[in-house]
């Protein structure tokens, strides 16, 4: 940045509240919470020595300095707006950008993507991959799906998994000797864990009744799905979960050990901007993918249980 130049992203921001003179009403549309629309309006008046907005409790009123000023970033962004669509039509206006976090259902989430492309032909979409954790619906992404304690504040969340959490292996593994017939007997296996999730191998020892033991530590994974692949062949048992694993089951790549299981602190979370436009892709992708989770629900259920032995 030039020593002298104002971050166009705070003029934006300035320019969405001033129209708007609602911190939430901007925050929606620009997809971020109420804090940093008003962060970045105080950045901006810091920068500029004025102070742009009257704040009261029904909303925001512009000062003389703000009245000054919107009329500037109107006719430039407008004009910027005018030069991109010349340039490049409104098809950037429409494309659909879901992140989804790696492993989560894949199998459930790729079948159906079709169906969603054939209901929206006109919506171009991207889906990208996360592994760790990023900002909230950030100006690249509208859709957000990924485990999370609870609703995003401030942004409308809806859960879709009400997972149980249990161990699985191999069939071979199962099988091979020592057997596993009891939760102690997992001690003398090698341990598969993915990071990032609430619970792990203490929280499941706890439920099964057995003291839990890192030694040997566990194989620690990066994600659910790496650990669940090592697990199918047969290097270790991995601590799965209910959406990860139904595709890994129904191809009986692993069983589920034992009748223990503890229900996720943590769960998948769809998230988009509050207030959405009916018609708009994001509003449409939400309301899809909430019709296919009623019809196939992710249920602890949905998953067969093992008989106790």
């Not at 109107?74 to 707006?81: K, M, N, V």
């Not at 609430?198 to 439920?207: D, H, K, L, V």
């Not at 998948?268 to 309301?287: E, H, I, K, Q």
Request: with cysteine; net charge positive; hydrophobic share 45%.
């Amino acid at each position: 940045m030039k020593p002298n130049s104002t971050p166009v992203n705070w003029l934006r921001t300035f320019e969405v509240a001033a129209r708007n003179l609602s911190l939430t009403a901007a925050a929606a549309e620009l997809h971020v919470t109420p804090a940093a629309v008003s962060q970045q309006v105080r950045h901006l008046e810091h920068r500029l020595g004025e102070t742009l907005f009257i704040r009261h409790a029904r909303g925001l009123r512009l000062t003389s300095a703000g009245e000054a000023l919107l009329p500037a970033c109107r006719d430039s962004f407008a004009r910027l707006d005018g030069a991109v669509r010349e340039l490049f039509g409104e098809r950037h206006r429409e494309r659909l950008v879901v992140r989804v976090s790696l492993g989560f259902v894949s199998r459930w989430l790729l079948d159906r993507l079709a169906s969603f492309a054939d209901a929206c032909p006109q919506t171009p979409m991207r889906l990208v991959v996360t592994v760790w954790g990023a900002d909230l619906l950030d100006p690249g992404v509208d859709v957000d799906i990924r485990i999370a304690p609870g609703p995003a504040a401030g942004m409308e969340s809806h859960q879709l998994t009400q997972d149980e959490i249990f161990p699985v292996c191999s069939p071979a593994l199962a099988k091979a000797p020592p057997r596993l017939r009891q939760p102690a007997d997992l001690r003398s296996r090698r341990l598969l864990s993915a990071i990032g999730f609430a619970q792990g191998w203490r929280q499941w020892f706890a439920a099964a009744g057995v003291e839990y033991q890192e030694s040997p530590p566990p194989l620690e994974c990066d994600s659910m799905r790496l650990s669940l692949e090592l697990a199918a062949q047969g290097h270790g048992v991995a601590l799965a979960r209910t959406s990860y694993v139904a595709d890994f089951l129904r191809s009986r790549q692993l069983r589920i050990l034992f009748g223990v299981r503890i229900p996720a602190a943590d769960n998948v979370y769809l998230t988009v901007a509050s207030g959405l436009p009916p018609l708009s892709p994001a509003a449409r992708f939400r309301d899809w993918i909430l019709t296919k989770s009623k019809e196939t629900p992710f249920r602890p259920g949905g998953v067969p249980r093992t008989k106790k032995r």
